[in-house]
């Protein structure tokens, strides 16, 4: 039987992070989701700190850029410079439609960059078609093995 996926949010907007939630929920996805708020917290979550220390390595991340603490493409650059997380693939979902911000971020390796639509119906079909492609199509690497 395989292990389901677990997806970290990275998410600082708790309607943003509820609405994904129940998008996955009602579409039926088969994946545990754990959600952070700021950019220390997924850090911690990352590497297993603090209260984090029994979690599982995510199998993907789903990163706003505009965070609190330390911002999603502070993120972004540590997770693919530490060689036992850069094969996680990180999802950047953020309102920034600077096109400064998606070159850099596919610069610092992110899987891809989705900009959040501010319209309801729009914002549910984009998180449908992330679990579509993500969650039906995509071939995951093996855990991590952090120290």
């Known amino acids: ?27 039926k996805v088969d994946v545990d989701i754990e959600v952070v708020r700021d950019g220390e917290q997924a850090m911690d979550f990352l590497y297993k700190r603090g209260s984090f220390s029994n979690v599982a390595t995510p199998n993907l991340i789903l990163l706003d850029l505009n965070l609190p603490k ?10 693919k410079k530490n060689t036992e997380l850069s094969s996680i693939p990180i999802i950047i979902l953020t309102t920034s439609q600077s096109e400064e911000d998606v070159i850099k971020s596919y610069k610092l390796h992110a899987s891809c960059y989705v900009t959040k639509p501010i319209d309801l119906e729009h914002f549910v079909k984009v998180i449908r078609s992330l679990d579509e492609f993500w969650f039906s199509a995509v071939k995951f690497p093996p855990e991590p093995r952090l120290c």
Not at 70 to 79: A, F, T
């Open 1 to 27: 039987m395989a292990q389901r996926l677990l997806l970290l949010l990275v998410e600082d907007s708790r309607a943003d992070a509820r609405l994904i939630m129940e998008v996955f929920k009602e579409e």
């Open 70 to 79: 330390k911002d999603g493409r502070e993120v972004l650059e540590e997770v």
